[in-house]
Structure formats: C-alpha cells, structure tokens
C-alpha cells in the first residue's frame, strides 16, 4: 500500500530563510509525486510535480523539490521564504487520481 | 483562470439527514474526484468518476455515499444517513486526464465544502 509521512507537523521560519519540508513515501513502483499547498480558506494548489526524469523539479511560487529514489524523499525547498508563503503543505504519492497525501506541514513564517 | 466551485461552503445538518454537495468542474475536464479531509488529519481519497461511472472508490466510500453527473456541468456527492463521523471538509477536484498521464497529472481542487453534523 502507498502511504506518505511529513514528519514536520508544524514549521517556523524567519522572512528570507531557507526552507525544506521533508516528506518520505511508500510506494510499489516508480512514484508519481506531488506538493499541495493550502492556503486558508482555499483549496489544494498543486506546487509542483514529478513523473519521471530529471530528479530535480521546479515549480510555481519558486518552489523546488528533489526526488531521491534512495531515500524514498521527495523534499521540498525554497531557497527565501516569503510571508505569504505561511500556509499548511501535503506531500502526495500516487497516480489515476488516487492520491494519498500525507498529514501536512503547517508553515509559519515570522516577519 | 478557470477554477472548481463547490457549493455549500458550509453545511450544518443533523445526524441521520441526508446531505448533497455539489461541485462544477472546469468545464473541459473529464475526471472527477472527491477526497475528504476530518479536522486535523490528513486527506483521504474518496471515490474517482469518469465517462458517467466510478472509476474507483476507497474504502471510506460504503453504501451510504454516491456520486452523480446529473447533467453536463455539475457534480454531486449524497451523503443518504449523516453520521457524526461524516464531519469533515469534502474537497472536489478535476483533472483534464487521468494523472497517470506525463503530460497532465494535475488535479484541480475546489475550495472545499465544510460538513458539520450534530
């Protein structure tokens, strides 16, 4: 079965900082991965994505993620975090629709 | 930017009702989802919906659920017999193709509907 930890439950971090957000999956085969941010009030916004190829992705907001087959992680970065970037993120494994996430990281950003 | 609506945002009913939740995709999606997510935990898939059927449904997803395409726009969740459990935010969400394709694998969530039963 695939399954999804984000061992941060919560996260504080100054304006202008680094970031990771660390999320490690469980999955049978090559995983499709994914980031989700919520905002409050708002839904899931997918961040980025990874299918296969180049291990590092890119996404939206300046958001990047690392996938390391070897560590079964799929962490998150953002090289300076941004105030608005406060919000809870899901880490998510699988495809067809049946994603399983994971039970979020609560980042706070402090001004 | 075209979006997923949900509708109601917030419903409070009481335990044994029966409960709809409605949602729109975007408009050229042909896959449709619904996950839930209980205050504090983490979310959970529900059921997937294409070409008029189910295309998988987790266990959560018992006899008291079902899903709806009643007409070319709308997306229904029934909940038939509310329980207290049943409280939780509902999430639809669309995606142009099944994710497991290279070339899309996005899903589009809806805002949500928060479902409170007393």
């Known amino acids: 079965a695939q399954s999804v930890t984000q061992p941060d439950i919560h996260i504080t971090v100054s304006e202008g900082a680094s970031l990771e957000l660390r999320c490690n999956y469980s999955y049978g085969a090559t995983p499709y991965l994914f980031w989700y941010v919520q905002s409050p009030g708002q839904g899931l916004q997918l961040l980025l994505k990874?299918?296969?190829?180049?291990?590092l992705v890119q996404g939206i907001k300046g958001f990047e993620a690392e996938f390391k087959r070897s560590q079964s992680s799929f962490n998150l970065r953002k090289p300076s975090v941004h105030w608005s970037d406060a919000a809870e993120y899901f880490c998510?494994?699988?495809?067809?629709?049946?994603?399983?996430f994971g039970t979020g990281t609560q980042l706070k950003v402090e001004l | 930017e075209p979006e997923v609506t949900q509708t109601p945002s917030h419903q409070v009913t009481q335990m044994g009702q029966e409960v709809i939740l409605r949602c729109v995709p975007i408009s050229n999606h042909l896959y449709f989802y619904w996950y839930r997510q209980i205050l504090g935990q983490k979310v959970e898939f529900l059921v997937s919906f294409y070409n008029n059927e189910i295309s998988e449904k987790s266990e959560i997803f018992d006899d008291q659920f079902s899903v709806e395409r009643p007409d070319g726009s709308n997306f229904t969740l029934k909940i038939r017999s509310t329980k207290l459990e049943d409280s939780a935010m509902y999430f639809c969400a669309s995606s142009v193709r099944a994710p497991t394709s290279l070339e899309s694998g996005e899903l589009f969530f809806g805002e949500g509907s928060r479902l409170t039963v007393l």
């Open positions: 990874y299918f296969s190829g180049d291990t």
């Open positions: 998510a494994v699988g495809g067809a629709g049946k994603l399983t």
